[in-house]
């Protein structure tokens, strides 16, 4: 992969892409008017890639293993994984009550430095509780790297668990590809 792109240019794109605009519900259950659709990205090959390129970097020195959330961080973790070498575990929301009963599935986190893959984060709810199940099951977690942070700008919404934001783009960013397009 080549050095990645300016980022005006990705935030102009994945706005456009994935960008949509109505009556919205979050996960945290907050209503907006608008909704920042990350499959639309996750599924264009060529994009996707693109904001892996600029995620590589993200990825601090010392990270184990890569810890995609289910569902839109497994296919971004799956891409950086083949960039950068690294292993990849697939976070589930709840462990399996079946089979191996697993949270994550992949390599054995107890003792391991993860550092978890997001898509989109708001208020880092699905962040927030997989950090909690894997530092209880012996992993390191201070670290995530998301394609879009969405959250206010001066805001770490998840300094309450000790973990860094480290996003691709932010709102901000995208909002003001938006602006220039």
């Known amino acids: 992969m080549s050095d990645p792109e300016p980022i005006e240019g ?7 892409c994935c960008r949509l605009t109505g009556e919205f519900t979050l996960r945290s259950g907050q209503r907006s008017t608008e909704y920042f659709d990350k499959y639309l990205f996750e599924s264009d090959p ?9 995620m590589r970097d993200l990825v601090p020195s010392g990270t184990e293993l890569l810890g995609g959330l289910e569902m839109g961080g ?5 891409v950086l994984s083949g960039e950068t070498g690294l292993p990849t575990l697939f976070v589930r929301k709840e462990a399996k009550t079946y089979g191996t009963c ?45 394609a879009i942070d969405r959250s206010p700008e001066v805001e770490n919404p998840l300094a309450d668990v000790g973990l860094e934001v480290r996003p691709v ?9 938006r602006t220039t397009s």
């Open 102 to 146: 697993k949270l994550a599935e992949g390599p054995d986190v107890d003792g391991r430095r993860i550092t978890l893959v997001e898509d989109v984060i708001t208020t880092g709810g699905a962040v927030r509780d997989a950090t909690t199940r894997l530092r209880d099951a012996g992993a390191t977690v201070d670290h995530v790297v998301c």
């Open 46 to 54: 060529a994009l996707l890639r693109r904001v892996v390129a600029r």
């Open 169 to 177: 783009l932010t709102k901000a960013q995208l909002d003001a590809a």
């Open 74 to 78: 497994i296919p971004i973790a799956t």
């Open 10 to 16: 990705l935030a102009r794109d994945v706005d456009a």
